[in-house]
């Protein structure tokens, strides 16, 4: 594996952050913008100096920033409210999700590669774009009654397949970074479900909890897709494992459990369809119970000083850092808290902790959080040109991908992941 590295990225109501994560312990701000206030989206280009941010005083239009130099290198507007901003590991697809549509761009020069339109009412923005180069799936709700998921080829164009992924509509999907696999949750939030892409054959499904309504408000795989993390608006986030039984059936280690386990699978089959699919549901492996209650917020699975690490950050402003047994699982231990608001006094003053091995580089994609909103945004469409490029003036210029201080094609950092 190449050398990887954290990132998160912050949007608040007096404009953006970035940070770095190297270690359990430190948490540099590597950039701080307050040029433009009320930042509710924030995508960074991998490790790049380009940044994309919507902000709730003008939420039609997208700006790409050089954030090293504190200048815009262009901007894009729109017929209605931008929802959320995808950008892929092939560094060529920006994705612009509406409440009715979708627009695929290059984003080299911003020139329109595809318009989506009329897709379903999707009032969240609710989208997915795999960050793998050869494997450019983009998922978005196929309908807005069910839970129908269409995915579509980034990098030809076409649509692929489309998935009956649940039967309520559609909260939270994600790609694994392979861009092999795709996890789903609908607005039940009880039930999560693993599909291989493209065919689109169902692979897993794990039950969350009893509940008949949770908000599932992030879905992330671990880099090596062996780990799946769900959080919701409940204190208890919950870690599921992607495990192959073996072809015989029979477990590496006989224990209780896969005897009851067993049991089950051989009773199901004389009970009604809906009670044998609940027995077949497997449970969380590790669980988290969250110190903040009531908070939005995002997780994502990363190794971090050659450990196994959940970093939740909620929209109250905290990075919360949890150690992972891969063998055991059960409840996580929190190791490190971060504030990501306040001054430069404020970021040094964290939780410490004491460990033992040296800082590692991390094997993850990043955690990007954006401050929800408070109210409605509202606006109108100016200005983009009839052959959907960029507006004179405003493309990227060509030094900016190629090798030298601002090198594009530099992966020792995943592009990250949102909620809004």
């Given at each position: 594996?190449?050398?990887?590295?954290?990132?998160?990225?912050?949007?608040?109501?007096?404009?953006?952050?970035?940070?770095?994560?190297?270690?359990?312990?430190?948490?540099?701000?590597?950039?701080?913008?307050?040029?433009?206030?009320?930042?509710?989206?924030?995508?960074?280009?991998?490790?790049?100096?380009?940044?994309?941010?919507?902000?709730?005083?003008?939420?039609?239009?997208?700006?790409?920033?050089?954030?090293?130099?504190?200048?815009?290198?262009?901007?894009?507007?729109?017929?209605?409210?931008?929802?959320?901003?995808?950008?892929?590991?092939?560094?060529?697809?920006?994705?612009?999700?509406?409440?009715?549509?979708?627009y695929i761009h290059n984003i080299k020069d911003m020139k329109l590669l595809k318009t989506l339109l009329n897709t379903p009412s999707n009032p969240s923005g609710l989208c997915a774009l795999s960050i793998n180069h050869s494997n450019s799936f983009l998922a978005y709700p196929g309908s807005d009654t069910i839970g129908e998921i269409i995915v579509y080829d980034a990098n030809n164009l076409s649509t692929v397949t489309m998935i009956p992924a649940h039967?309520?509509?559609?909260?939270?999907?994600?790609?694994?970074?392979?861009?092999?696999?795709?996890?789903?949750?609908?607005?039940?939030?009880?039930?999560?479900?693993?599909?291989?892409?493209?065919?689109?054959?169902?692979?897993?499904?794990?039950?969350?909890?009893?509940?008949?309504?949770?908000?599932?408000?992030?879905?992330?795989?671990?880099?090596?897709?062996?780990?799946?993390?769900?959080?919701?608006?409940?204190?208890?986030?919950?870690?599921?494992?992607?495990?192959?039984?073996?072809?015989?059936?029979?477990?590496?280690?006989?224990?209780?459990?896969?005897?009851?386990?067993?049991?089950?699978?051989?009773?199901?089959?004389?009970?009604?369809?809906?009670?044998?699919?609940?027995?077949?549901?497997?449970?969380?492996?590790?669980?988290?119970?969250?110190?903040?209650?009531?908070?939005?917020?995002?997780?994502?699975?990363?190794?971090?000083?050659?450990?196994?690490?959940?970093?939740?950050?909620?929209?109250?402003?905290?990075?919360?850092?949890?150690?992972?047994?891969?063998?055991?699982?059960?409840?996580?231990?929190?190791?490190?808290?971060?504030?990501?608001?306040?001054?430069?006094?404020?970021?040094?003053?964290?939780?410490?902790?004491?460990?033992?091995?040296?800082?590692?580089?991390?094997?993850?994609?990043?955690?990007?959080?954006?401050?929800?909103?408070?109210?409605?945004?509202?606006?109108?469409?100016?200005?983009?040109?009839?052959?959907?490029?960029?507006?004179?003036?405003?493309?990227?210029?060509?030094?900016?991908?190629?090798?030298?201080?601002?090198?594009?094609?530099?992966?020792?950092?995943?592009?990250?992941?949102?909620?809004?």
């Amino acid at each position: 594996l190449k050398k990887l590295c954290l990132s998160l990225a912050v949007g608040t109501k007096t404009g953006y952050r970035l940070f770095s994560v190297t270690s359990v312990d430190k948490l540099d701000c590597i950039h701080e913008s307050t040029e433009t206030p009320d930042v509710y989206i924030v995508e960074r280009l991998f490790s790049s100096s380009l940044v994309v941010v919507v902000s709730e005083s003008m939420p039609r239009r997208m700006n790409v920033y050089h954030f090293k130099k504190g200048t815009e290198i262009c901007n894009y507007s729109y017929s209605n409210n931008i929802l959320a901003v995808r950008l892929n590991r092939q560094m060529n697809v920006c994705l612009c999700s509406l409440i009715e549509s979708i627009y695929i761009h290059n984003i080299k020069d911003m020139k329109l590669l595809k318009t989506l339109l009329n897709t379903p009412s999707n009032p969240s923005g609710l989208c997915a774009l795999s960050i793998n180069h050869s494997n450019s799936f983009l998922a978005y709700p196929g309908s807005d009654t069910i839970g129908e998921i269409i995915v579509y080829d980034a990098n030809n164009l076409s649509t692929v397949t489309m998935i009956p992924a649940h039967d309520s509509p559609l909260a939270a999907i994600t790609f694994s970074a392979s861009g092999t696999k795709l996890a789903s949750a609908s607005e039940r939030g009880t039930v999560i479900r693993v599909f291989s892409i493209p065919e689109g054959l169902r692979l897993f499904e794990f039950r969350r909890g009893m509940k008949r309504y949770v908000n599932i408000s992030s879905l992330s795989f671990s880099p090596d897709a062996q780990f799946l993390c769900a959080s919701s608006n409940t204190e208890t986030l919950h870690i599921f494992k992607l495990k192959q039984h073996s072809p015989s059936g029979e477990e590496d280690a006989p224990s209780w459990s896969a005897y009851v386990g067993k049991m089950f699978t051989a009773a199901s089959s004389y009970l009604p369809a809906q009670v044998s699919g609940m027995m077949s549901q497997d449970r969380a492996f590790a669980t988290v119970r969250l110190q903040m209650a009531g908070q939005k917020n995002v997780c994502t699975l990363a190794t971090i000083q050659k450990l196994p690490r959940l970093l939740v950050a909620s929209s109250d402003g905290q990075l919360f850092i949890y150690n992972i047994d891969p063998q055991d699982g059960g409840e996580c231990t929190l190791v490190q808290k971060h504030r990501l608001f306040g001054s430069n006094k404020d970021w040094e003053e964290t939780e410490k902790c004491e460990l033992t091995e040296p800082p590692q580089a991390c094997q993850s994609y990043a955690a990007t959080v954006a401050i929800p909103t408070s109210g409605p945004v509202t606006a109108t469409l100016t200005g983009y040109s009839e052959d959907g490029g960029a507006k004179k003036g405003e493309v990227i210029p060509e030094h900016e991908f190629a090798a030298g201080p601002v090198c594009l094609d530099d992966e020792t950092e995943f592009p990250p992941v949102s909620i809004r």
